[in-house]
């Protein structure tokens, strides 16, 4: 197929998938999977192959991006040892048992690390799905590791091809440096490419080319870093945590609606993408295979799938006692999770799109020439492990969510209202002196005051009702009132914004005003909607 022909079929198999998942209520990655498996083996769409440098230097670094914008690096620091234990160690881990395992089905010991090294990561893409569906720790935690653990498993597979191509003599101590060196480069260079782009932003004072700006970014720090031969991944991550902190200050609120906007439309539809390509690879990894080769694949899957999980399941089984004994501080009592609290993060380890993309990066031959033994079971395995936990994992996560008894960590809602009504009054405080400053007539600066004031009064009874303060019925009953009557009056301000769109369209149809008038009417009633209705949230 040409290229403009698979962009197109991916499209509308990234449509047509995520509206059947929400009517047949299943994770939309196993949708999106199974119709591209099925859409590949279709004449005349079979053949697609995707080129891993498509996923690992253009899809990669835009998703990381966006997911380091929009978590809480406050949670990271909080959770920071756990995180790295999972980020690194059980990456480490997991190729080490997989190695293993694929030893004792028949690969070489490079050629098994090359497995356990593709097969190491979770899936930043596939956590995603799930990630809302977690309490806040829990989901910063998931969110963190899939992040980060791709630049470790990324090293370690370019250490096993090497050897396996027979291009690299390294031991465990190389390895070891070159994961310190990789991190440390990575983390260099997105530190000082976000204190470069702030400076850039701060001159730029035009919304498109902020947003240009934004665009660039994650590559700007990728490729740089995969240049310097440290971990592109590290600095596309520290950049857009770094940017989180002070760019707040620097980028215009239109500048930060219309990225947010694009940017969530653009990671919503790579995802959904990269699902399709990897069902649509399964037709060109097992064509011109025999039957033989395919249930050896078959076997082999099985039971690398079952090491993979149950290293997960191991490691997060014994560290956290591990910690437990070697700290003893009454603030890390107090942050102890049992099994239940503990298992949907452990369950949750899909592997994805970065996993595929290394397996078909792998050479066909040696440096000698030879053909390199072993890659086509590699790629089968990948390939297999890959379709079977998003299977198994994502069809049984929600029961393993409920059967953990996860309770939402109330605090977060808490800090919501806070910030919200901390923000309210800065701008009540401060009506008088900007008003002075500005030269506002008094009669606009009442009706300013009079909604601060209403806003005010609503927050406070919110706050009141939601932490049970007041505890006569009355009382309670007749605060509860007023919410009400704001809330009904918020769906008339809304059903009224309708019949003033379709004034203003009628007025278009009849010739009396011009489209490019329409347009901008529109834009200021789809701003007070937007300001009825609020934003939805970033996870």
């Given at each position: 197929?040409?290229?403009?022909?698979?962009?197109?079929?991916?499209?509308?198999?990234?449509?047509?998938?995520?509206?059947?998942?929400?009517?047949?209520?299943?994770?939309?990655?196993?949708?999106?999977?199974?119709?591209?498996?099925?859409?590949?083996?279709?004449?005349?769409?079979?053949?697609?192959?995707?080129?891993?440098?498509?996923?690992?230097?253009?899809?990669?670094?835009?998703?990381?991006?966006?997911?380091?914008?929009?978590?809480?690096?406050?949670?990271?620091?909080?959770?920071?040892?756990?995180?790295?234990?999972?980020?690194?160690?059980?990456?480490?881990?997991?190729?080490?048992?997989?190695?293993?395992?694929?030893?004792?089905?028949?690969?070489?010991?490079?050629?098994?690390?090359?497995?356990?090294?593709?097969?190491?990561?979770?899936?930043?893409?596939?956590?995603?799905?799930?990630?809302?569906?977690?309490?806040?720790?829990?989901?910063?935690?998931?969110?963190?590791?899939?992040?980060?653990?791709?630049?470790?498993?990324?090293?370690?597979?370019?250490?096993?091809?090497?050897?396996?191509?027979?291009?690299?003599?390294?031991?465990?101590?190389?390895?070891?440096?070159?994961?310190?060196?990789?991190?440390?480069?990575?983390?260099?260079?997105?530190?000082?490419?976000?204190?470069?782009?702030?400076?850039?932003?701060?001159?730029?004072?035009?919304?498109?080319?902020?947003?240009?700006?934004?665009?660039?970014?994650?590559?700007?720090?990728?490729?740089?870093?995969?240049?310097?031969?440290?971990?592109?991944?590290?600095?596309?991550?520290?950049?857009?945590?770094?940017?989180?902190?002070?760019?707040?200050?620097?980028?215009?609120?239109?500048?930060?609606?219309?990225?947010?906007?694009?940017?969530?439309?653009?990671?919503?539809?790579?995802?959904?993408?990269?699902?399709?390509?990897?069902?649509?690879?399964?037709?060109?990894?097992?064509?011109?295979?025999?039957?033989?080769?395919?249930?050896?694949?078959?076997?082999?899957?099985?039971?690398?799938?079952?090491?993979?999980?149950?290293?997960?399941?191991?490691?997060?089984?014994?560290?956290?006692?591990?910690?437990?004994?070697?700290?003893?501080?009454?603030?890390?009592?107090?942050?102890?999770?049992?099994?239940?609290?503990?298992?949907?993060?452990?369950?949750?380890?899909?592997?994805?799109?970065?996993?595929?993309?290394?397996?078909?990066?792998?050479?066909?031959?040696?440096?000698?020439?030879?053909?390199?033994?072993?890659?086509?079971?590699?790629?089968?395995v990948t390939f297999g492990v890959i379709v079977v936990l998003l299977v198994v994992q994502?069809?049984?996560?929600?029961?393993?969510?409920?059967?953990?008894?996860?309770?939402?960590?109330?605090?977060?809602?808490?800090?919501?209202?806070?910030?919200?009504?901390?923000?309210?009054?800065?701008?009540?405080?401060?009506?008088?002196?900007?008003?002075?400053?500005?030269?506002?007539?008094?009669?606009?600066?009442?009706?300013?005051?009079?909604?601060?004031?209403?806003?005010?009064?609503?927050?406070?009874?919110?706050?009141?009702?939601?932490?049970?303060?007041?505890?006569?019925?009355?009382?309670?009953?007749?605060?509860?009132?007023?919410?009400?009557?704001?809330?009904v009056e918020q769906q008339l301000r809304l059903a009224l914004l309708h019949d003033k769109?379709?004034?203003?369209?009628?007025?278009?149809?009849?010739?009396?005003?011009?489209?490019?008038?329409?347009?901008?009417?529109?834009?200021?009633?789809?701003?007070?909607?937007?300001?009825?209705?609020?934003?939805?949230?970033?996870?």
């Open positions: 197929m040409r290229a403009l022909e698979v962009v197109v079929v991916v499209g509308v198999l990234v449509l047509a998938g995520s509206v059947l998942a929400r009517r047949v209520r299943l994770p939309p990655p196993l949708v999106l999977l199974a119709l591209g498996t099925v859409v590949g083996f279709l004449p005349g769409v079979g053949g697609v192959e995707m080129p891993p440098d498509v996923v690992l230097f253009l899809f990669l670094p835009a998703l990381l991006y966006w997911e380091s914008l929009t978590i809480s690096l406050r949670e990271i620091r909080a959770n920071l040892r756990a995180i790295t234990l999972l980020s690194i160690g059980l990456v480490l881990a997991t190729a080490g048992t997989v190695a293993v395992v694929a030893h004792a089905l028949g690969l070489s010991w490079p050629m098994a690390f090359v497995l356990g090294a593709v097969l190491a990561p979770t899936d930043a893409t596939a956590v995603a799905t799930v990630a809302s569906l977690l309490p806040r720790r829990a989901r910063t935690m998931l969110r963190a590791e899939s992040l980060v653990n791709d630049g470790t498993a990324l090293v370690v597979f370019g250490v096993a091809v090497g050897v396996a191509v027979g291009t690299l003599d390294v031991g465990p101590l190389g390895v070891a440096w070159r994961l310190v060196g990789s991190y440390a480069g990575g983390i260099a260079v997105g530190l000082a490419l976000a204190f470069l782009v702030v400076e850039v932003r701060r001159r730029l004072h035009d919304t498109r080319l902020e947003n240009v700006m934004s665009v660039l970014t994650p590559f700007l720090a990728y490729l740089p870093a995969e240049l310097l031969h440290a971990s592109g991944v590290v600095a596309v991550v520290t950049c857009g945590l770094t940017l989180t902190q002070i760019a707040s200050r620097v980028v215009s609120a239109r500048t930060r609606v219309q990225s947010a906007g694009f940017w969530t439309l653009t990671t919503f539809l790579l995802n959904g993408s990269l699902f399709v390509l990897v069902g649509l690879e399964l037709h060109a990894v097992v064509q011109d295979r025999s039957a033989d080769e395919v249930w050896t694949g078959v076997v082999a899957t099985l039971w690398i799938a079952l090491t993979v999980v149950g290293t997960r399941l191991v490691w997060g089984n014994t560290t956290p006692y591990l910690i437990r004994l070697l700290d003893r501080r009454p603030a890390q009592r107090l942050r102890r999770v049992g099994f239940r609290g503990r298992l949907p993060g452990q369950w949750a380890g899909f592997r994805g799109a970065v996993s595929l993309a290394a397996a078909l990066a792998v050479p066909t031959t040696t440096a000698s020439g030879e053909p390199l033994e072993g890659r086509d079971l590699v790629l089968l994502g069809l049984t996560l929600p029961a393993v969510i409920r059967f953990s008894r996860l309770q939402q960590d109330p605090a977060e809602e808490e800090e919501r209202s806070l910030a919200e009504r901390e923000a309210t009054r800065a701008g009540a405080e401060a009506l008088d002196a900007r008003a002075a400053e500005l030269g506002v007539p008094p009669a606009v600066v009442d009706r300013v005051r009079e909604a601060y004031e209403t806003r005010m009064r609503q927050q406070h009874l919110e706050e009141v009702l939601a932490d049970g303060r007041v505890t006569d019925p009355d009382h309670r009953a007749a605060k509860r009132r007023v919410l009400d009557e704001l809330a769109r379709e004034a203003v369209v009628r007025l278009r149809d009849e010739h009396a005003i011009d489209d490019v008038v329409m347009r901008r009417v529109m834009a200021q009633l789809d701003v007070e909607e937007v300001r009825l209705l609020g934003v939805e949230a970033d996870d």
